[in-house]
């Protein structure tokens, strides 16, 4: 029995190899586990987060910065061009919002004739055909305020308030008051600065009656509101204007000034641009009759100099109404306003030769062939609706050269994404079905 006790108490029990590992209570493994859930959690939440804070980053940062145009490396926003685009639309709202109530608003807004209203309007009805519009407008903005730059030309604060004053129609030193009434205003046709492809004769006058609205009622004439009136109701007309334009467009009172801003030093610019505009210019007078072909406008002139009359085949053949209606008679018009090709036919043909297609360059030409007689040149003094056509494409003539010397380029993917929609026809109280879609 001795022997068998001392074999068990002999020695302890060796221990067991160490393998390396850390024995933890069960407490303490599951602690480590929700630590380590824990921990991807965290991770996952800041996952979401950073890809949250890149969306926000991307479509409040970067998306409305990039440019849609760029004018000489100058970049116009996408930011820029939405607010700009939705102001333009609050003021063709108001221009077109008086006409849409007349009598007259489907005759007024469907017909070019009686000026911009039928562009106006279908750019509130078709978005992108006013965004492109805007886009156009701020391009040129960009122009001129470059080109003033580079020659140290601005505007003043108080010529700001010029441009402001003469929107709102207030004049800030009024003359001797005297009896007046509120204006009716008249639309009559305007003709526009740019020539058409195919030149038309000017319409004889006619007894037919213009239509007209009143924006205001009248009623019997009173006496001119003395100095304080006049910008108290200017004032309240100005602080109304702003608050609706915001309303509606998101423009604010400081965005609204920079705009008159904008109208102040294009007007100083165009005036330096034009220069001095004579009164007593160059003029032309033709006889014109336009061909489907330059076949059949060879086979005209072979009849033309055979002795038959010019104002039969005119009215017979012609492919412009125009010319049918008159023998192809076309009064003295300005240098430039046909176009390029015809214009320097007119210009440099022989006065009673007969000119065919050749001499224009008009071989097959998209609007057809003319046959062309010059009936004389002269100076002769001009109307002021043609010196604002002179000026007006002078104008337009430097703009169009600027944006070639500044590189313009236009990502027209991307302005339209960024066209604005309101304010609505609705909103302006303009109904969507004056004329035909």
């Keep these: 029995m001795s022997k068998s006790r001392e074999k068990t108490t002999a020695?302890?029990?060796?221990?067991?190899?160490?393998?390396?590992?850390?024995?933890?209570?069960?407490?303490?493994?599951?602690?480590?586990v929700a630590?380590?859930?824990?921990?991807?959690?965290?991770?996952?939440?800041?996952?979401i987060g950073l890809i949250l804070f890149v969306a926000v980053l991307v479509d409040g940062v970067i998306r409305p910065n990039q440019p849609v145009a760029s004018v000489k490396g100058e970049g116009i926003s996408a930011r820029e061009f939405n607010r700009r685009n939705s102001f333009e639309r609050y003021l063709a709202g108001i221009q077109i919002a008086p006409i849409a109530q007349s009598q007259f608003a489907s005759q007024i807004l469907s017909n070019p004739q009686y000026g911009p209203y039928a562009d106006l309007y279908?750019?509130?009805?078709?978005?992108?055909?006013?965004?492109?519009?805007?886009?156009?407008?701020m391009v040129e903005a960009k122009i001129i305020a470059q080109y003033a730059r580079e020659n140290n030309i601005?505007?003043?604060?108080?010529?700001?308030?010029a441009e402001i004053f003469k929107y709102f129609s207030f004049d800030p030193n009024p003359s001797t008051a005297t009896p007046t009434t509120e204006p009716t205003l008249t639309l009559t046709p305007l003709v526009s600065p740019t020539p058409t492809e195919t030149p038309t004769p000017s319409p004889e006058p006619s007894a037919t009656a213009t239509p007209t609205f009143t924006p205001f009622p009248t009623g019997i004439p009173t006496?001119?509101?003395?100095?304080?009136?006049?910008?108290?109701?200017?004032?309240?007309?100005?602080?109304?204007?702003?608050?609706?334009?915001t309303a509606l467009s998101g423009y604010g009172e400081a965005e609204i000034r920079t705009y008159f801003a904008e109208q102040a030093l294009r007007e100083k610019v165009r005036k330096i641009i034009i220069g001095?505009?004579?009164?007593?210019?160059?003029?032309?007078?033709?006889?014109?009759?336009?061909?489907?072909?330059?076949?059949?406008?060879?086979?005209?002139?072979?009849?033309?100099?055979?002795?038959?009359?010019?104002?039969?085949?005119?009215?017979?053949?012609?492919?412009?109404?125009?010319?049918?209606?008159?023998?192809?008679?076309?009064?003295?018009?300005?240098?430039?306003?046909?176009?390029?090709?015809?214009?320097?036919?007119?210009?440099?043909?022989?006065?009673?030769?007969?000119?065919?297609?050749?001499?224009?360059?008009?071989?097959?030409?998209?609007?057809?062939?003319?046959?062309?007689?010059?009936?004389?040149?002269?100076?002769?003094?001009?109307t002021e609706s043609q010196k604002g056509q002179i000026e007006d494409k002078k104008f337009q003539d430097w703009l169009t050269a600027q944006r070639t010397e500044r590189g313009?380029?236009?990502?027209?993917?991307?302005?339209?994404?960024?066209?604005?929609?309101?304010?609505?026809?609705?909103e302006m109280g303009i109904p969507s079905n004056l004329v035909g879609q």
């Design 408 to 426: 313009v380029t236009q990502d027209d993917i991307l302005w339209r994404t960024w066209v604005a929609s309101r304010p609505t026809l609705e």
């Design 154 to 161: 601005s505007v003043t604060e108080a010529e700001i308030d």
């Design 223 to 245: 006496a001119t509101p003395g100095a304080t009136e006049q910008f108290t109701t200017f004032d309240d007309n100005r602080k109304n204007y702003i608050k609706e334009a």
């Design 35 to 47: 630590r380590w859930v824990m921990l991807g959690i965290g991770a996952l939440v800041a996952l």
């Design 276 to 382: 001095e505009t004579a009164m007593i210019q160059p003029q032309v007078q033709i006889r014109h009759i336009l061909l489907k072909s330059k076949e059949e406008a060879e086979d005209v002139l072979k009849a033309l100099q055979a002795g038959e009359p010019f104002a039969a085949l005119a009215a017979a053949l012609s492919q412009d109404p125009g010319s049918q209606n008159t023998g192809g008679f076309y009064d003295w018009t300005l240098k430039g306003q046909y176009v390029p090709g015809f214009d320097e036919a007119v210009w440099n043909g022989e006065i009673g030769a007969l000119l065919g297609p050749s001499a224009t360059g008009a071989n097959g030409a998209q609007y057809g062939s003319p046959v062309i007689q010059v009936l004389g040149r002269e100076e002769r003094p001009i």
């Design 122 to 137: 279908n750019g509130l009805r078709f978005p992108t055909s006013g965004g492109q519009q805007t886009i156009a407008t």
């Design 11 to 32: 020695q302890p029990t060796p221990p067991k190899p160490d393998d390396g590992r850390v024995y933890k209570s069960r407490a303490e493994r599951e602690a480590e």
